[in-house]
T-cell receptor, first 118, second 112 residues
Framework: GAGVSQSPRYKVAKRGQDVALRCDPI?????LFWYQQALGQGPEFLTY????????KSGLPSDRFFAERPEGSVSTLKIQRTQQEDSAVYLC????????????????FGAGSRLTVL | RKEVEQDPGPFNVPEGATVAFNCTYS??????FFWYRQDCRKEPKLLMS???SGNEDGRFTAQLNRASQYISLLIRDSKLSDSATYLC?????????????FGTGTRLLVSP
């Protein structure tokens, strides 16, 4: 696609519910990142995929957070048993190349999924 | 202590003013540096890269001081449309990929 597409744009969940957030990166982009942005803060790194391989998940806040990219394109971020502190905007970004390649740090962000946990 | 530190502001300036933002970073392994702009309820977008020699893009000038681990952004002749949050970003290699680390952002409000 022309840009990074995320859905849903807005999600309201009751505490304890499971949620799934979807990211469609730009077609052909190798790298995919998930970031979490709380109100008034900058984006915080959650996890990184190179194609279907999850190379780093060190930013995931707890084992309630799980991300996958099974075919190396669409990615899903799943949050189980949501808590109020999970309320944030979840941003997905992709990049054409990976590793140390020139341009691997040029990210295109999606508009984000705004999660509110009541 | 955060890896990238910025004054959150807000900076309130009149149209036409010159305003400067600063940022410090703690990881000396950081390799490249950027300023991103984020409008309210929108995604971050790349504003400009930052080089040691200093670089300019129209009314915007960015500067990097590697010795002091300090990055700056200068905006001249501020416009109402410059109102946004400016995110300082550093990039470093991390277990086989390039990881962007964001500051908290500095909010700029330009008034008529």
């Amino acid at each position: 696609g022309a840009g990074v597409s995320q859905s849903p744009r807005y999600k309201v969940a009751k505490r304890g519910q499971d949620v799934a957030l979807r990211c469609d990166p730009i077609s052909g982009h190798v790298s995919l990142f998930w970031y979490q942005q709380a109100l008034g803060q900058g984006p915080e790194f959650l996890t990184y995929f190179q194609n279907e391989a999850q190379l780093d998940k060190s930013g995931l806040p707890s084992d309630r957070f799980f991300a996958e990219r099974p075919e190396g394109s669409v990615s899903t971020l799943k949050i189980q048993r949501t808590q109020q502190e999970d309320s944030a905007v979840y941003l997905c970004a992709s990049s054409l190349v990976a590793g140390a390649a020139r341009g691997a740090n040029v990210l295109t962000f999606g508009a984000g999924s705004r999660l509110t946990v009541l | 202590r955060k890896e990238v530190e910025q004054d959150p502001g807000p900076f309130n300036v009149p149209e036409g003013a010159t305003v400067a933002f600063n940022c410090t970073y703690s990881n000396s392994a950081s390799q490249s540096f950027f300023w991103y702009r984020q409008d309210c309820r929108k995604e971050p977008k790349l504003l400009m890269s930052v080089y040691s020699s200093g670089n300019e893009d129209g009314r915007f000038t960015a500067q990097l001081n590697r010795a002091s681990q300090y990055i700056s952004l200068l905006i001249r002749d501020s416009k109402l449309s410059d109102s946004a949050t400016y995110l300082c970003v550093v990039n470093r290699m991390n277990t086989g990929f390039q990881k962007l680390v964001f500051g908290t952002g500095t909010r700029l409000l330009v008034s008529p």
